[in-house]
C-alpha cells in the first residue's frame, strides 16, 4: 500500500521477452499486485514473465492495441478494489524507483490523474531519441488544442497513476484502443473536469523500439485529436 491506498500496477506488454522480466522484479515492494497484459505477443513473453505470488496475468488472444491492453488492467483494477491503478511499459523504459514520489504527490494533493513527464528533466531529454522528441512536441500542442488542458507537455507518456474513483466516471468502451489511447483519455477527463498534473520523470533508453512510425500516425493522430476536440466542445455547451 502507499499511504493507505491498495495500489496496482498494470503492465502492457507486446513481444517484450528480452525486457519484461527485469520490469515485473524491479516494481516497488510497497505495490499489493502486479497485472501483465500480454497483447497477443508473437514472441516468449509469456514464458519469460516471473512466477511470483503479486503477479497475474492476462492474455489477449491477438494484438487489440495498447489502449486495449491497459482498459483490461484498469478493469481488473477496479473490479478488485484497487484504489490506485498505475501504468508501467513492458520495455523498462520507466523508472521503478520514482513511482513512490509521484505517487505520494498525486495522494496528498488529490489528483485524479498523473502522468509523467520526461522533457521536464535535462538529462532524460538529451537521451531522447531525435523522432520521438519531434512526434511528442507535435502532439503535445496539438493535444492541448483538442482537450484544453494547458498544463500537459508530454502526453504521449506512459508511466501514469489514476484513481480508479476518476475511472469509474469514465465508458471505458469508448475509449481508443491503439496509439492514441492517452490522447483519448485526457480528453475525456478533460469533460469531467478531473484533475490533471505532471510530474518530472527519467526514461531509459537501452535498445528500446518504439512501436510508433511518426510518418504512418500523424493522419490518424490528426483525426482522432479532432475528434476530441469536438466531443469536448459538444459537451460543455
Known amino acids: 500500500m502507499l499511504l493507505g491506498k491498495k495500489i496496482l500496477v498494470v503492465i502492457p506488454a507486446y513481444n517484450e521477452e528480452k525486457w519484461i522480466e527485469k520490469t515485473v522484479l524491479t516494481v516497488p515492494v510497497f505495490v499489493d499486485s502486479i497485472i501483465i497484459v500480454d497483447d497477443g505477443s508473437v514472441d516468449n513473453t509469456i514464458n519469460s514473465i516471473p512466477k511470483i505470488d503479486r503477479?497475474?496475468?492476462?492474455?489477449?488472444?491477438?494484438?487489440?492495441?495498447?489502449?486495449?491492453?491497459?482498459?483490461?488492467?484498469?478493469?481488473?483494477?477496479?473490479?478488485?478494489?484497487?484504489?490506485?491503478?498505475?501504468?508501467?511499459?513492458?520495455?523498462?523504459q520507466m523508472t521503478p524507483e520514482e513511482l513512490e514520489p509521484m505517487g505520494k504527490f498525486m495522494i496528498e494533493n488529490g489528483v485524479d490523474y498523473i502522468k509523467g513527464n520526461r522533457f521536464a528533466k535535462k538529462d532524460t531529454f538529451a537521451k531522447m531519441p531525435f523522432l520521438r522528441f519531434a512526434g511528442s512536441y507535435f502532439l503535445s500542442i496539438l493535444t492541448e488544442?483538442?482537450?484544453?488542458?494547458?498544463?500537459?507537455?508530454?502526453?504521449?507518456?506512459?508511466?501514469?497513476?489514476?484513481?480508479?474513483?476518476?475511472?469509474?466516471?469514465?465508458?471505458?468502451?469508448?475509449?481508443?484502443?491503439?496509439?492514441?489511447?492517452?490522447?483519448?483519455?485526457?480528453?475525456?477527463?478533460?469533460?469531467?473536469?478531473?484533475k490533471v498534473v505532471e510530474f518530472p520523470i527519467s526514461a531509459n533508453y537501452n535498445g528500446q523500439n518504439s512501436g510508433i512510425e511518426p510518418?504512418?500516425?500523424?493522419?490518424?493522430?490528426?483525426?482522432?485529436?479532432?475528434?476530441?476536440?469536438?466531443?469536448?466542445?459538444?459537451?460543455?455547451?
Do not use: C, W
Not at 489477449?60 to 491503478?85: E, K, M
Not at 507518456?157 to 475509449?175: A, C, F, H, R, V
Open 145 to 194: 488544442k483538442a482537450t484544453g488542458l494547458k498544463n500537459i507537455r508530454d502526453p504521449q507518456s506512459g508511466y501514469t497513476i489514476i484513481t480508479t474513483e476518476i475511472l469509474k466516471k469514465i465508458d471505458l468502451n469508448q475509449i481508443f484502443p491503439r496509439y492514441g489511447y492517452p490522447n483519448d483519455l485526457l480528453g475525456k477527463l478533460s469533460i469531467i473536469n478531473a
Open 215 to 237: 510518418l504512418k500516425v500523424i493522419i490518424p493522430y490528426s483525426y482522432l485529436l479532432y475528434r476530441i476536440y469536438k466531443e469536448r466542445k459538444s459537451k460543455i455547451k
Open 55 to 92: 503477479v497475474n496475468i492476462i492474455k489477449h488472444p491477438y494484438n487489440q492495441g495498447v489502449g486495449a491492453a491497459i482498459i483490461s488492467g484498469y478493469r481488473f483494477g477496479i473490479n478488485n478494489g484497487f484504489d490506485l491503478i498505475a501504468i508501467m511499459a513492458g520495455d523498462f
